[in-house]
Structure formats: C-alpha cells, structure tokens
C-alpha cells in the first residue's frame, strides 16, 4: 500500500530564514510527486511536481524540492521564507495503477514569523 | 480558462438534512475526484468519476453518500441525513486526459448543526 508521512505537523521559522519541510513516501511502484500549498479556507494550489528527469526540482514561490529515491523522500525547501508563506503544505504521491489515485500526508503548518 | 468551480462555498445542514455540493470542472476536464478534509487531517480521496461513470468510489462511505457527473452540468456529491461527523470540508480536482497534475476548486465546507 502507498502512503505519504509529514512527520512536522507544525514548523515554527523566522522570516528570511531558511525552511525544510520533510515528506517519505512508501511505494512498490513508480511514483509521481507533488506538494500542494493551501491558504486559510482556499482550496490547494500545486507549487511542483516531480514525474521524471532531474531530482531536483523547482516550483513557484521559490520553492523547490528533491526527490531522492533511496531514502523515499522528497523533501520542500526555501531559502528564505517570507511571512506571506505562512500556510498549510502537503505532499501527495500519485498511484498509476490503472487510474490515478492521489495519497496526502497529514499536512506541515508553517508559521512564518517577523 | 476559469479554474474549478465549487458551490456553495459554505453550507449549513441540520442534522438529517440533505447537502448538495456542486463541482464544475475546468474546460475540457473530464475527470473529477472528490476528497474530503476532516479538520486538522489532509485530504482524503473519495470518488473518481468521469462523464457519466464512476470509476472508484472506495473512499465514499457506503451509506448516505452518491456521486455523479452527469453528460451535461456539474458533478455533484450529494450526502443524505447528515450526522454531525459530516462537518468537513469537500474538495473537487480535474484533469484532463494523459494529464498527472490534478487541479483543485476552493472547496465547500459543509456544517452540520
């Protein structure tokens, strides 16, 4: 079975400070990707995805993430945060097994503080 | 290309009431997932349709809970008598043929008082 694991349901960081947020996924076939960002009662917003090619790969906002097969993670990273970041961020794995099932994690809040 | 539609955006349900939620897909999509929200959780995956066809809906519980995407018009996720562990909020994701990227509406958050 696939599932997503955000083990930090909260990360507290300063503004312009750097930001790690950790996503492992568990899966015996090809996976696909994604991290979505959702502001206070908005809907989900993709900020990238990773289907093949390069593992390091680049999304808006600044954001980016690298996919890292042997460890099974792949994890969202910013260099420096803006207090406009502060939001709820999920990682998702897409099954392909005859049709797309998309698997969330819990979610991580960060909380961007001045 | 106006994205995915959802409404109402908030809904109110006495308990036994019915709830209507409505999802319009983006233009050329013919794929719909419903997921819902419970708070504090991230989003889980109830129904797929496309036009006139459900192809999963292993996630639905098995009572109280329909789905449909109708030729014409919006997909609707229709929950009957509604119980208070119904609160959530529900989202619906299109994509369209031979595409991964899954586009999300902002959602209905549905109370059940």
């Known amino acids: 079975a696939q599932s997503v694991t955000q083990l930090d349901s909260q990360v507290p960081v300063f503004e312009e400070a750097p930001v790690e947020l950790r996503c492992n996924y568990s899966?015996?076939?090809?996976?696909?990707l994604f991290w979505y960002v959702q502001y206070p009662n908005q809907g989900l917003q993709l900020l990238l995805k990773?289907?093949?090619?390069?593992?390091l790969v680049k999304g808006i906002n600044g954001f980016e993430a690298e996919f890292n097969k042997s460890q099974t993670s792949f994890h969202l990273r910013k260099p420096s945060v803006h207090i406009s970041d502060t939001a709820e961020y999920f990682c998702?794995?897409?099954?392909?097994?005859?049709?797309?099932?998309?698997?969330f994690g819990t979610g991580t809040r960060l909380l961007v503080s001045p | 290309n106006a994205g995915v539609m959802q409404n109402p955006r908030h809904l109110v349900r006495r308990r036994g009431q019915e709830a209507r939620l409505r999802c319009s897909p983006m233009?050329?999509?013919?794929?719909v997932y419903w997921y819902r929200q419970l708070p504090e959780e991230g989003l889980k995956f109830m129904v797929y349709?496309?036009?006139?066809?459900?192809?999963?809906e292993s996630g639905m519980p098995k009572e109280r809970f329909s789905a449909e995407f109708p030729k014409e018009g919006p997909s609707i996720l229709r929950i009957q008598q509604v119980v208070r562990g119904d609160s959530a909020a529900y989202f619906c994701?299109?994509?369209?043929?031979?595409?991964?990227?899954?586009?999300f509406g902002p959602g209905t958050r549905l109370t059940v008082t």
């Open positions: 998702a794995a897409l099954m392909n097994t005859g049709f797309q099932k998309l698997v």
């Open positions: 899966s015996s076939v090809s996976v696909y």
């Open positions: 990773y289907l093949s090619g390069s593992t």
């Open positions: 233009k050329g999509h013919s794929h």
């Open positions: 349709l496309q036009k006139e066809n459900i192809i999963d």
């Open positions: 994701a299109s994509f369209p043929d031979g595409a991964y990227e899954q586009y």
